[in-house]
C-alpha cells in the first residue's frame, strides 16, 4: 500500500479504487455501504494513492469521486464510538494522533503537484466535504448535497473547512455555513461558489475527465510551480509572489516542454 514512484499501476487497497484514464487517475472512495465514510484503513490508503499519483509520471491529473450513491459522509462512526469507550485519560492523546492522519490525507490532496478535480456525485458531509474543499476544483452533481456537519457532532471542522471555506465563499457566509451545518444544494453551492460546476449526475464523471484533460494540458512543471505559488498567494505579499514567480520562471526556462514550445514557435515564424 505505500506508493512509488516507478510504478505505473496504482498501489492496491481494500477501500479506495485507482484507474488511470488519458492521463488522469480517478481515486474513487470504495465504502458504498456507509456513504463512503473515512475509518483509519480507508485515510491510510487515500493517502498512498494520492501520493503514488504525484509521483507518477504517467499520471497528470486527478479526480476524487466516491462509489455508489454518496460522495462521502464524513468520518466513520465507529471511531467516534471508540472514542467513547476510550479511558478518559487516553481521549486526547488518541484523538491528537488520529487528527494528525487526517490532516497528513488533506494536505496530500492540496500540495498535489497536478489539478486535482472533487467529482461529488451525492451527499458531502463533515470531513468529506472537507476533502472536496481541498481539491483545486469542485464538479458536483446536480442532486448533490454538502454541509459542514461537525457542529451537530459538537465538533469543530478539523479537516481544513475553516481555512478553504471562507476562500470560496466569504468569511460571512462561511461562519453561517459552519454554525447552522445546514444542508446547500447542487444549484445553491454553485451560485455562492462552494463548487464550481454543476453537472447532471450520468455526466459527471466524463465532465470532470474532460475538465481534468483540459487543466493538465500545459508543462508539468509550469502547472506543479503555479499551483504552489497560487496556494500561497491570499496570505502572500506582492513582493513575495514576485519572488517565488522569479524562482519558478528560472526554474521552467531549464525545462524541454520550454524549449520545445520556443523552438516550435520560432520555426513557425521563419
Not at 494520492?50 to 464524513?74: H, M, N, P, Q, Y
Not at 463533515?126 to 457542529?151: N, Q, T, V
Not at 455526466?203 to 470532470?208: I, M, R
Not at 502572500?236 to 523552438?263: K, M, N, P, W
Request: aromatic share 6%; glycine share 10%; with cysteine.
Amino acid at each position: 500500500m505505500t506508493a512509488d514512484a516507478n510504478a505505473t499501476v496504482p498501489p492496491i487497497a481494500e477501500y479506495i479504487v485507482t484507474t488511470i484514464t488519458n492521463g488522469i487517475a480517478t481515486i474513487t472512495l470504495n465504502r458504498p455501504d456507509v456513504r463512503n465514510a473515512i475509518n483509519d484503513q480507508m485515510r491510510a490508503e487515500l493517502i498512498a494513492a494520492f501520493e503514488w499519483a504525484d509521483k507518477s509520471r504517467s499520471v497528470r491529473g486527478v479526480i476524487l469521486t466516491g462509489e455508489g450513491k454518496g460522495f462521502c459522509s464524513g468520518g466513520d462512526i465507529g471511531g467516534m464510538r471508540g472514542r467513547l469507550d476510550a479511558p478518559t485519560g487516553e481521549v486526547a492523546f488518541n484523538g491528537w494522533l488520529r487528527q494528525k492522519q487526517t490532516h497528513k490525507g488533506i494536505s496530500v490532496i492540496r500540495n498535489m503537484t497536478k489539478p486535482v478535480i472533487a467529482a461529488v456525485n451525492g451527499s458531502a458531509f463533515g470531513l468529506g466535504l472537507d476533502m472536496a474543499l481541498a481539491c483545486d476544483f469542485i464538479i458536483a452533481s446536480s442532486g448533490a448535497k454538502l454541509s459542514m456537519s461537525f457542529i451537530k457532532r459538537g465538533l469543530v471542522s478539523d479537516g481544513g473547512g475553516m481555512y478553504f471555506l471562507p476562500r470560496r465563499v466569504g468569511l460571512v457566509k462561511a461562519k453561517e455555513l459552519i454554525l447552522t451545518a445546514r444542508v446547500v444544494e447542487a444549484e445553491e453551492a454553485l451560485k455562492i461558489g462552494m463548487v464550481d460546476r454543476v453537472s447532471a449526475a450520468e455526466q459527471l464523471l466524463p465532465n470532470a475527465q474532460s475538465w481534468a484533460e483540459e487543466l493538465s494540458q500545459g508543462s508539468p512543471a509550469a502547472i506543479a510551480l503555479t499551483k504552489a505559488i497560487l496556494d500561497q498567494s491570499l496570505e502572500s505579499s506582492a513582493d513575495d509572489i514576485f519572488t517565488l514567480g522569479r524562482e519558478a520562471q528560472a526554474i521552467c526556462y531549464t525545462t524541454a516542454e520550454h524549449r520545445a514550445s520556443v523552438e516550435e514557435f520560432l520555426n513557425k515564424s521563419k
